[in-house]
């Protein structure tokens, strides 16, 4: 590195020659340039999809927004909850600041350094003297130096915070992805309890009174013992799945509010009525398998981390 500062002793007739030199070392970066992995990835799916699942490219507003297509308003309100509360998320998007901030330290290595300097002094002498009774002197100094990068460690640097802070927003896309997902799954958790609940209710009420017209039958000689003892157990047995049901339920519903940066027991009230369970649509593009492995973060997010390694090499 060469520091040029208001003070240089440089002649004149030497800056052309300084010149032609910092032009010519500017194109000399120290370490490896970063060249993306060609990674082989198949242009077809080698098995059939699923069903409902299709080859055809996916649209990128639809994939931004997949949960919509669900077609549930509770559903799109506790994704935007959770996208504004979950704590995961929270941090993903501090760590996104401090990249940031980080490239801005990085690039200011580009920049010129200034110092300034000032000061003051006051004097008093003795009057008998037949001198002045009162003096102030100022000063003041302004040093402007520039780093002249002839070896490429600040534009490295600068790659490396660049590429870094790229990674840090594709790890906050992948916390994003994956918290969609949960949330989406257990709502759909909590709307399968509901409506497994229901009907354990109702047919536990018809099976009570099926019991009791059994008994009715036995009693009047009608029936036999062995079905109302069928008839018992299909009852207690319905009975004994209710309680296991409303558990699952209420978990469901807690895991729902972490996930929402709330705490468990926060969402009784928004999700106590039975709603239905979200059905998705009939088809669904999914695109070829190069397609599936672009749009993942977390395959973004390690190629850029390779990125800014290797830049580092140079820093």
């Known amino acids: 590195m060469i520091v040029l500062r208001k003070t240089s002793f440089v002649k004149r007739a030497a800056w052309p020659c300084l010149a032609l030199a910092v032009a010519a070392a500017a194109g000399c970066r120290v370490g490896p340039d970063y060249a993306r992995p060609e990674t082989p990835v198949p242009q077809a799916w080698k098995s059939e999809l699923a069903g409902g699942l ?97 070896f490429g460690g600040v534009h490295r640097s600068i790659e490396a915070a660049t590429a870094n802070l790229e990674s840090v927003e594709e790890s906050l896309r992948d916390v994003l992805v994956s918290l969609l997902a949960e949330t989406a799954l257990n709502y759909v958790e909590v709307r399968t309890y509901q409506s497994r609940l229901e009907a354990a209710e109702a047919s536990l009420k018809t099976q009570e009174q099926t019991y009791q017209l ?27 799945q209710i309680p296991n049901l409303r558990t699952g339920l209420q ?61 580092r090499v140079g820093a």
């Not at 398998?289 to 749009?295: F, I, K, S, Y």
């Open 214 to 240: 059994v008994l009715w039958r036995v009693e009047a000689g009608l029936g036999d013992e062995l079905a109302a003892q069928q008839a018992k157990y299909n009852l207690e047995n319905t009975r004994s």
């Open 54 to 150: 299709i080859a055809d490219a996916a649209d990128p507003n639809v994939l931004a927004s997949w949960w919509t297509t669900l077609g549930d308003p509770t559903l799109s309100d506790l994704i935007r909850q959770a996208v504004a509360g979950n704590l995961d998320i929270a941090t993903a998007r501090s760590r996104v600041r401090q990249a940031r901030a980080q490239r801005v330290i990085a690039k200011g290595g580009l920049l010129p350094a200034f110092n300034t300097g000032a000061s003051a002094t006051s004097s008093r002498r003795d009057s008998r003297a037949g001198l002045d009774t009162h003096g102030e002197t100022y000063s003041a100094s302004l040093d402007a130096g520039w780093e002249l990068d002839l």
């Open 251 to 311: 978990e469901a519903k807690n895991r729902l509010a972490v996930l929402l940066g709330k705490t468990p027991g926060a969402l009784d009230a928004a999700l106590e009525r039975t709603g239905p369970v979200p059905v998705p649509p009939a088809q669904i593009a999914v695109g070829v398998p190069a397609d599936v492995v672009r749009r993942r973060p977390d395959v973004r997010q390690a190629e850029r981390e390779l990125a800014a390694q290797t830049a």
